[in-house]
């Protein structure tokens, strides 16, 4: 028997599935993620660019484009509760800081490697970036130095800090969840969450869950609390390289080279609905507000030249008729 919730939502995305292609870089779009009051979208590219969009009932307006990073911007997040600040991890070795009140970058740290994950901690006062050669700098979000750096012996991923800001999480190339304890950073635990290359990790908003995707093509739901498995997603069919949580934490979107963006009902693991893509998926990020998901793909110009990068940012759950 479908859960009530399950239904609604069913209803709602047969009204509201279409999907809007918004033009935004030259270039591949790596990294796409909404402001804490869902006001605006940014996206980084492989075209060295961070582009931010406003939302405008259900339409995106490019409202800016942000130079300075000398090579490609491959994750970028936004301060947890002040929406006019966000974040960029770049190849160049270095993290930008930037504002959009006034379109400009307000710090540069510069890192000892290249750049390619980060996140801004739940209390807003620290950034955590990971670097190519699997170091983690902890960066001090008011003076913009390093906090603490901490080198790894296996393969970092994705990182994150859990709702209650007191623990680390990051996965790992074999395949485990390593937790540790914040600010301390000591180990607390290494979980094993599956037999291959664990690539990315999200938590709920509720604070309940966290799901990772890895290699083995397989999202797998963990309990917060008892840090136990509670379920798998298994309808993709390639490796899982992004997760985004609906605003309620009750929808679950995964995605990866598949044709498809999978919507899972968190608590049955059934699956709502799927967004058709024509190419891989590299992000997905659920509106903090609305059912709305912004996604981008891998995307080729045209149909003569395959070889040119679109580099556009894509919206899904807009009204059928609009």
Not at 125 to 144: E, L, M, S, W, Y
Not at 215 to 232: F, I, P, Q, T
Not at 235 to 244: A, E, F, G, K, Q
Request: hydrophobic residues 35%; proline residues 4%; negative net charge.
């Amino acid at each position: 028997m479908a859960s009530k919730y399950y239904q609604e939502m069913q209803d709602s995305f047969r009204n509201n599935n279409k999907s809007r292609e918004i033009p935004a870089h030259t270039a591949k779009v790596h990294s796409v993620a909404w402001s804490c009051d869902g006001r605006r979208l940014a996206s980084g590219s492989f075209d060295k660019t961070a582009s931010v969009f406003v939302l405008d009932k259900d339409r995106l307006v490019k409202e800016n484009n942000y130079r300075g990073h000398g090579d490609s911007v491959d994750q970028l997040c936004w301060h947890p509760t002040n929406p006019d600040l966000f974040v960029t991890a770049s190849g160049d070795k270095t993290v930008r800081v930037w504002d959009v009140r006034t379109t400009k970058c307000i710090a540069t740290v510069n890192t000892k490697g290249e750049n390619i994950n980060i996140c801004w901690s739940p209390d807003g006062q620290t950034i955590a970036v990971g670097n190519k050669d699997d170091v983690v700098t902890f960066i001090d979000a008011k003076t913009h130095r390093s906090r603490a750096e901490e080198q790894f012996k296996f393969e970092v991923n994705e990182i994150s800090w859990n709702n209650d800001n007191d623990m680390f999480f990051l996965t790992n190339g074999n395949g485990c969840i390593n937790i540790l304890s914040y600010p301390e950073l000591k180990p607390i635990q290494s979980i094993n969450a599956h037999p291959s290359n664990c690539i990315c990790i999200k938590f709920d908003p509720t604070g309940k869950y966290f799901a990772t995707g890895s290699a083995d093509a397989l999202v797998s739901l963990w309990n917060v609390e008892e840090l136990v498995c509670v379920r798998c997603f298994s309808r993709l069919d390639w490796p899982v390289r992004t997760l985004s949580f609906s605003h309620d934490g009750k929808m679950l979107a995964s995605a990866s080279e598949d044709h498809f963006i999978d919507i899972a009902e968190v608590e049955t693991g059934e699956k709502l609905w799927e967004v058709q893509c024509d190419s891989p998926t590299f992000t997905v990020a659920w509106h903090p507000k609305r059912p709305l998901l912004a996604y981008a793909c891998d995307d080729k110009e045209g149909k003569y030249d395959s070889n040119r990068e679109a580099g556009t940012v894509k919206l899904f759950g807009l009204p059928n008729d609009s």
